[in-house]
Protein backbone atom coordinates (compact mmCIF):
# COMPACT_ATOMS: atom_id res chain seq x y z
CA UNK A 1 0.00 0.00 0.00
CA UNK A 2 1.61 3.55 -0.73
CA UNK A 3 1.40 6.55 1.82
CA UNK A 4 -0.53 9.20 2.83
CA UNK A 5 1.96 12.62 2.67
CA UNK A 6 0.74 15.81 4.03
CA UNK A 7 4.19 17.50 3.13
CA UNK A 8 4.51 21.52 4.15
CA UNK A 9 6.75 23.17 1.95
CA UNK A 10 8.03 26.49 3.89
CA UNK A 11 10.13 28.01 0.97
CA UNK A 12 12.02 30.87 2.48
CA UNK A 13 9.90 31.64 5.18
CA UNK A 14 9.72 32.05 8.82
CA UNK A 15 12.33 33.25 11.37
CA UNK A 16 13.40 30.43 13.72
CA UNK A 17 11.51 31.02 16.39
CA UNK A 18 8.78 30.54 14.27
CA UNK A 19 9.68 27.78 12.60
CA UNK A 20 10.67 25.99 16.08
CA UNK A 21 6.52 27.05 17.78
CA UNK A 22 5.22 25.78 14.08
CA UNK A 23 7.19 22.82 13.89
CA UNK A 24 6.01 22.06 17.93
CA UNK A 25 2.58 22.52 17.23
CA UNK A 26 2.83 19.88 14.24
CA UNK A 27 4.61 17.16 16.97
CA UNK A 28 2.18 17.28 18.43
CA UNK A 29 -0.55 16.35 16.07
CA UNK A 30 -1.71 12.62 16.01
CA UNK A 31 -0.81 11.04 12.65
CA UNK A 32 -3.26 8.30 11.53
CA UNK A 33 -1.27 5.00 10.22
CA UNK A 34 -0.54 5.09 6.99
CA UNK A 35 0.40 8.84 6.89
CA UNK A 36 3.66 10.33 6.84
CA UNK A 37 4.30 13.98 7.32
CA UNK A 38 6.96 15.91 5.96
CA UNK A 39 8.34 19.48 6.80
CA UNK A 40 10.13 20.73 4.18
CA UNK A 41 12.86 23.22 5.77
CA UNK A 42 15.22 26.04 5.43
CA UNK A 43 18.83 24.42 5.45
CA UNK A 44 19.90 26.40 8.46
CA UNK A 45 16.83 25.17 10.93
CA UNK A 46 17.02 21.70 9.75
CA UNK A 47 19.02 20.07 12.60
CA UNK A 48 17.44 21.67 14.83
CA UNK A 49 13.72 21.49 13.58
CA UNK A 50 14.73 17.88 13.38
CA UNK A 51 15.32 17.46 16.88
CA UNK A 52 12.13 18.99 17.64
CA UNK A 53 9.77 17.01 16.09
CA UNK A 54 11.66 13.70 17.10
CA UNK A 55 9.11 12.55 19.87
CA UNK A 56 6.78 12.15 16.93
CA UNK A 57 7.63 9.11 14.49
CA UNK A 58 5.25 10.29 11.74
CA UNK A 59 6.90 13.36 11.26
CA UNK A 60 9.83 13.87 8.91
CA UNK A 61 11.73 16.73 7.76
CA UNK A 62 13.03 17.11 4.35
CA UNK A 63 15.17 19.69 2.73
CA UNK A 64 14.32 22.18 -0.65
CA UNK A 65 17.14 21.04 -2.62
CA UNK A 66 20.55 19.62 -2.88
CA UNK A 67 23.64 19.92 -5.25
CA UNK A 68 24.45 17.02 -7.23
CA UNK A 69 28.16 17.19 -6.66
CA UNK A 70 29.37 15.32 -3.38
CA UNK A 71 31.82 18.37 -2.41
CA UNK A 72 34.18 20.96 -4.02
CA UNK A 73 34.18 24.62 -4.94
CA UNK A 74 30.18 25.14 -5.38
CA UNK A 75 29.85 28.39 -2.78
CA UNK A 76 26.76 28.69 -1.17
CA UNK A 77 25.86 25.31 -2.03
CA UNK A 78 24.59 22.16 0.29
CA UNK A 79 25.44 18.69 -0.95
CA UNK A 80 23.57 15.11 -0.35
CA UNK A 81 26.25 14.38 2.28
CA UNK A 82 26.39 17.27 4.25
CA UNK A 83 22.44 16.44 4.82
CA UNK A 84 23.43 12.94 5.48
CA UNK A 85 25.66 13.73 8.55
CA UNK A 86 23.09 15.95 10.24
CA UNK A 87 20.45 12.74 9.28
CA UNK A 88 18.27 14.55 6.86
CA UNK A 89 17.11 11.58 4.43
CA UNK A 90 14.58 13.35 2.53
CA UNK A 91 14.77 16.13 -0.34
CA UNK A 92 12.47 18.40 -2.43
CA UNK A 93 13.51 18.12 -5.98
CA UNK A 94 12.58 20.14 -9.12
CA UNK A 95 9.92 22.45 -7.66
CA UNK A 96 8.46 24.88 -10.21
CA UNK A 97 10.31 28.12 -8.48
CA UNK A 98 13.92 26.66 -8.22
CA UNK A 99 13.42 25.32 -12.70
CA UNK A 100 11.73 29.15 -13.20
CA UNK A 101 14.71 31.02 -11.02
CA UNK A 102 17.71 28.69 -10.65
CA UNK A 103 17.13 27.87 -14.07
CA UNK A 104 17.06 23.81 -12.94
CA UNK A 105 16.44 21.77 -16.20
CA UNK A 106 15.13 18.30 -16.07
CA UNK A 107 18.98 17.34 -17.20
CA UNK A 108 20.15 18.92 -14.17
CA UNK A 109 17.23 17.36 -12.07
CA UNK A 110 17.98 13.84 -13.74
CA UNK A 111 21.42 14.08 -11.82
CA UNK A 112 20.64 15.30 -8.39
CA UNK A 113 17.51 12.76 -8.68
CA UNK A 114 20.56 9.91 -9.04
CA UNK A 115 22.85 11.11 -6.82
CA UNK A 116 19.98 11.14 -3.74
CA UNK A 117 19.03 8.15 -4.65
CA UNK A 118 22.76 6.87 -4.29
CA UNK A 119 22.90 8.53 -1.26
CA UNK A 120 19.88 6.67 0.04
CA UNK A 121 17.30 9.67 -0.05
CA UNK A 122 14.01 9.98 -0.62
CA UNK A 123 12.84 12.36 -3.10
CA UNK A 124 9.61 14.31 -3.30
CA UNK A 125 10.08 15.37 -6.92
CA UNK A 126 7.99 18.08 -8.58
CA UNK A 127 6.44 18.53 -12.27
CA UNK A 128 3.71 20.68 -13.20
CA UNK A 129 2.66 22.65 -16.33
CA UNK A 130 2.53 26.76 -16.76
CA UNK A 131 -0.81 28.00 -17.48
CA UNK A 132 0.22 28.82 -21.00
CA UNK A 133 0.89 24.80 -21.30
CA UNK A 134 -2.82 23.86 -20.31
CA UNK A 135 -4.44 26.36 -22.02
CA UNK A 136 -2.44 24.82 -25.35
CA UNK A 137 -4.29 21.61 -24.33
CA UNK A 138 -0.18 20.40 -23.87
CA UNK A 139 -0.16 19.52 -20.60
CA UNK A 140 -0.19 15.68 -20.31
CA UNK A 141 2.76 15.94 -22.53
CA UNK A 142 4.68 18.11 -20.90
CA UNK A 143 4.18 17.08 -17.42
CA UNK A 144 5.28 13.26 -19.21
CA UNK A 145 8.21 14.64 -20.60
CA UNK A 146 9.47 16.13 -17.66
CA UNK A 147 9.49 12.73 -15.82
CA UNK A 148 10.91 10.64 -18.60
CA UNK A 149 13.79 13.22 -18.90
CA UNK A 150 14.45 13.15 -15.29
CA UNK A 151 12.90 10.28 -13.54
CA UNK A 152 12.29 7.11 -16.48
CA UNK A 153 15.83 5.58 -16.97
CA UNK A 154 15.74 4.97 -12.93
CA UNK A 155 15.43 1.17 -12.12
CA UNK A 156 12.27 -0.05 -10.76
CA UNK A 157 13.75 -0.46 -7.29
CA UNK A 158 14.49 3.27 -7.22
CA UNK A 159 10.92 4.01 -6.86
CA UNK A 160 10.88 2.67 -3.44
CA UNK A 161 12.64 6.12 -2.77
CA UNK A 162 10.64 8.47 -5.13
CA UNK A 163 7.78 9.99 -4.61
CA UNK A 164 6.03 12.12 -7.41
CA UNK A 165 4.38 16.03 -6.74
CA UNK A 166 2.10 17.18 -9.40
CA UNK A 167 2.21 20.87 -9.12
CA UNK A 168 0.22 22.74 -12.05
CA UNK A 169 2.48 26.73 -11.60
CA UNK A 170 -0.74 27.73 -12.08
CA UNK A 171 -1.92 27.11 -8.91
CA UNK A 172 0.73 27.32 -6.63
CA UNK A 173 0.51 30.32 -4.57
CA UNK A 174 -2.01 32.04 -6.62
CA UNK A 175 -5.34 30.96 -4.12
CA UNK A 176 -6.61 29.15 -7.70
CA UNK A 177 -6.56 25.14 -7.05
CA UNK A 178 -7.26 22.44 -9.64
CA UNK A 179 -10.21 20.89 -9.48
CA UNK A 180 -9.89 17.47 -7.91
CA UNK A 181 -11.06 16.16 -11.11
CA UNK A 182 -8.39 18.16 -13.20
CA UNK A 183 -5.84 16.86 -10.67
CA UNK A 184 -7.31 13.68 -10.43
CA UNK A 185 -7.18 13.12 -14.43
CA UNK A 186 -3.49 13.94 -14.46
CA UNK A 187 -2.59 11.83 -11.40
CA UNK A 188 -4.08 8.58 -13.30
CA UNK A 189 -1.88 9.63 -16.03
CA UNK A 190 1.44 9.88 -14.40
CA UNK A 191 0.41 6.13 -12.59
CA UNK A 192 -0.13 4.55 -16.01
CA UNK A 193 3.24 6.27 -17.19
CA UNK A 194 4.64 4.44 -14.25
CA UNK A 195 2.80 0.88 -14.92
CA UNK A 196 3.63 1.37 -18.81
CA UNK A 197 7.47 2.27 -18.24
CA UNK A 198 8.59 0.27 -15.22
CA UNK A 199 5.66 -2.19 -14.15
CA UNK A 200 2.39 -2.58 -11.49
CA UNK A 201 4.15 -2.60 -8.92
CA UNK A 202 5.76 1.01 -9.35
CA UNK A 203 2.70 2.28 -10.29
CA UNK A 204 0.45 0.78 -7.25
CA UNK A 205 3.41 2.16 -4.74
CA UNK A 206 4.43 5.43 -5.75
CA UNK A 207 2.66 8.20 -3.70
CA UNK A 208 1.47 10.96 -6.41
CA UNK A 209 0.83 14.27 -4.58
CA UNK A 210 -1.22 17.34 -5.55
CA UNK A 211 0.49 20.76 -4.95
CA UNK A 212 -0.94 24.31 -5.55
CA UNK A 213 -2.91 26.05 -3.36
CA UNK A 214 -4.00 22.93 -1.02
CA UNK A 215 -6.04 24.19 1.84
CA UNK A 216 -8.52 22.45 4.78
CA UNK A 217 -11.35 23.66 2.68
CA UNK A 218 -10.05 21.57 -0.36
CA UNK A 219 -7.98 19.17 0.63
CA UNK A 220 -10.38 16.68 2.00
CA UNK A 221 -12.00 16.79 -1.22
CA UNK A 222 -8.83 16.35 -3.01
CA UNK A 223 -6.94 13.37 -0.69
CA UNK A 224 -10.47 11.60 -1.56
CA UNK A 225 -9.37 11.01 -5.37
CA UNK A 226 -8.13 7.90 -5.91
CA UNK A 227 -4.99 8.99 -7.24
CA UNK A 228 -4.55 11.45 -4.94
CA UNK A 229 -2.26 10.26 -2.33
CA UNK A 230 -1.78 13.72 -0.40
CA UNK A 231 -0.34 16.96 -1.01
CA UNK A 232 2.79 19.11 -1.17
CA UNK A 233 1.28 22.21 1.28
CA UNK A 234 2.78 26.29 0.60
CA UNK A 235 0.96 28.73 2.07
CA UNK A 236 -1.37 26.62 4.26
CA UNK A 237 1.70 24.77 5.37
CA UNK A 238 2.78 28.09 7.81
CA UNK A 239 -0.04 27.93 9.83
CA UNK A 240 -0.12 25.59 12.00
CA UNK A 241 -3.85 25.16 12.67
CA UNK A 242 -4.24 25.39 9.01
CA UNK A 243 -1.51 22.37 8.61
CA UNK A 244 -2.86 20.43 11.33
CA UNK A 245 -6.59 20.11 9.23
CA UNK A 246 -4.66 19.18 6.07
CA UNK A 247 -2.78 16.28 7.88
CA UNK A 248 -6.24 15.02 9.45
CA UNK A 249 -7.52 15.08 6.09
CA UNK A 250 -6.86 12.32 4.70
P1 LIG B 1 1.03 26.77 -2.28
O1 LIG B 1 2.46 26.20 -2.71
O2 LIG B 1 0.36 25.73 -1.44
O3 LIG B 1 1.32 28.03 -1.53
O4 LIG B 1 0.26 27.03 -3.56
C1 LIG B 1 2.62 24.86 -3.06
C2 LIG B 1 4.05 24.58 -3.43
O5 LIG B 1 4.69 25.43 -4.08
O6 LIG B 1 4.61 23.51 -3.08
Redesign the pocket.
Known amino acids: MRKNIAAG ?1 WKMNLAFEEAKSLSEHVSNVQVADGTEVILGVPFPYLEQIQKVIASNPGVHVAAQNCHQEAKGAYTGEVSLGMLASIGIKTVILG ?1 S ?1 RRAYQKETDELLAQKVKAALQAGFKVIFCCGESLETREAGEHFDFVEGQLRNSLFDLEAKDWKQIVIAY ?1 PIW ?4 GVTASPEQAQEIHAHIRTLLKNTFNEQVAEETSILY ?4 KPANAKELFSKSDIDGG ?5 SLKAADFEQIIKSF
Open positions: NHEEAIGTGGSVLVGGA
